[in-house]
């Protein structure tokens, strides 16, 4: 067997591995069907920094909640737009909404996770569940999260919204979350332990039992964080709380960047503190190049100059594998098409993030979001 041979039959198993994991995964991953418990009180907890343009239609979604009581506390993180004014005249007719100023941000705290803090001091009820403003609820959203929260053990459960794309930039990047997600999580696994090296959730919708985020010290446990998606599950599984993922496509939507610069700045700032390490950040570029771009780059060489059949055949499949796994989540989670179709396209724009990331951190560049720049490398979590 030739060296190219090699190199085709190791890119065909790396393109292999997500979709025979991601295949069972799919089975796992499913929307919550359990009803909570009559009575059942949730809390609909909205960080909110200049969010004018939707933070009326977070909050008027919020309050068409169905079969649970709720209350909506939005905190105005120091905005310099109208956010304000605008929960401010919905509070006025719906008692059920409350909106509350900011305190100062604390040094080593990052803006999320100190207004998360804060809102769960502010709540009301024992199921606190935690959306982006820029996330919009379905009428049974807050019963059905409610209902798979309280039926198992877990202290923290969360769920993906569905992610809306306008641009091809969000096409290419934003549906590779679900599968780095699905095709690169045990989560069989991760439903049998509480290992931190488990923990996996979605900062845009989090659910969490009052006396479990207590106990696993909330997002203090976390505060220079900037990706609550990975931190805070790990929080609560080191606290020996369990943790789950469920299908919120038809929940919840969010469309959570808009455009290429919001791409980039988005997936750039809390990289550190999830692949874009020294010691991660070369094994996922081997797993998502190796078995996802090598691949087409092997079929392109062969179009120009002549390679062993068996090497051809090899990264074929290999090239099929990769779209055929996108496409079957694009079909699933209602995502681009075309963005599954150019999907090695998405891997190359992603691992730039990546190594871009990872080289800002290095070079000591700060992160920058919402107008706020926060030290590089990944914050501190506590112990």
Same mark, same amino acid.
């Given at each position: ?8 039959? *190791? ?16 089975y796992?991953?499913r929307?919550?069907?359990?009803a909570?418990?009559?009575?059942t ?10 969010e ?6 977070a909050?008027?979604?919020?309050l068409?909640?169905?079969?649970v009581e709720?209350?909506v506390?939005v905190l105005? @993180?120091h ?9 401010r005249a ?11 100023p ?24 024992p199921?606190?569940?935690?959306? @982006?403003? @820029?996330?919009?609820?379905?009428p ?6 409610a /209902? #798979?929260?309280l039926?198992g053990?877990?202290?923290l459960?969360? /769920? ?11 096409a ?8 780095l997600l699905?095709g690169?999580?045990p989560? #069989?696994g ?29 997002h203090?446990?976390i ?5 609550d /998606?990975v931190?805070?599950? !790990?929080?609560?599984?080191r ?7 469920? @299908?919120?496509?038809?929940l919840?939507r969010?469309?959570?960047? !808009? ?6 700045s ?6 550190t503190? /999830? ?11 081997? *797993?998502?190049?190796?078995?996802h771009?090598?691949?087409?780059m ?13 090497a ?11 779209v ?11 995502q681009?098409?075309?963005?599954a ?5 998405g ?8 190594w871009?990331?990872?080289?800002r951190? !290095?070079h ?5 979001w ?13 112990p």
């Open positions: 067997m030739s060296v190219i041979d090699l190199i085709a039959g *190791l890119s065909l198993a790396l393109a292999l591995l997500p979709l025979g994991q991601g295949m069972l995964n799919l796992l991953y929307r919550p069907t359990t909570p418990p009559l009575g009180a949730v809390s609909i907890l909205i960080p909110a920094r200049n004018e343009t939707g933070i009326a239609a909050v008027d979604a919020a068409l909640s169905r079969g709720v209350e506390v105005d @993180d905005s310099t737009d109208r956010t304000a004014e605008i929960v919905i509070a006025a007719r719906d008692p059920r909404v409350r909106l509350e900011a305190p100062p941000l604390p040094p080593g705290w990052s803006g999320k996770q100190h207004a998360c803090q804060v809102l769960a001091g502010l709540a009301r009820y199921v606190l569940l935690f959306q @982006d403003a @820029d996330v919009r609820l379905s049974a959203a807050a019963r059905l999260t /209902g #798979a929260l039926s053990g877990n202290g459960i969360s /769920g993906f919204p569905r992610e809306e794309t306008g641009t091809l930039a969000e290419l990047v934003i549906p590779l979350i679900h599968f699905l690169y999580l989560m #069989a991760m439903r049998r332990s509480t290992d931190p090296r488990f923990g996996a959730a979605c900062g845009q919708l989090i659910a969490v039992r009052k006396e479990a985020y207590l106990q696993a010290g909330g203090a446990a505060a220079a964080s900037l990706h /998606g931190t805070l599950p !790990r929080a609560f599984r606290a020996g709380q369990g943790t789950d993922l469920f @299908d919120a496509t038809g919840a969010c469309r959570m960047y !808009r455009g290429w610069r919001e791409v980039w988005g997936f750039s700032k809390n990289a503190e /999830g692949m874009a390490t020294p010691a991660a950040l070369p094994v996922w570029t081997l *797993l998502l190049f190796g078995g771009v090598l691949p087409w092997l079929l392109g060489w062969a179009a120009l100059h002549p390679l062993p059949m068996t051809v055949v090899i990264a074929g499949l290999a090239a099929m594998a990769g055929i796994f996108r496409l079957l989540l694009a079909v699933h989670f209602r681009s098409v075309v963005g179709l150019l999907h090695p396209v891997i190359l724009i992603m691992l730039a993030i990546q871009s990331a990872l080289l951190a !290095r000591g560049k700060p992160a920058e919402r107008g706020r720049a926060y030290p590089a490398g990944p914050g501190p979590e506590a």
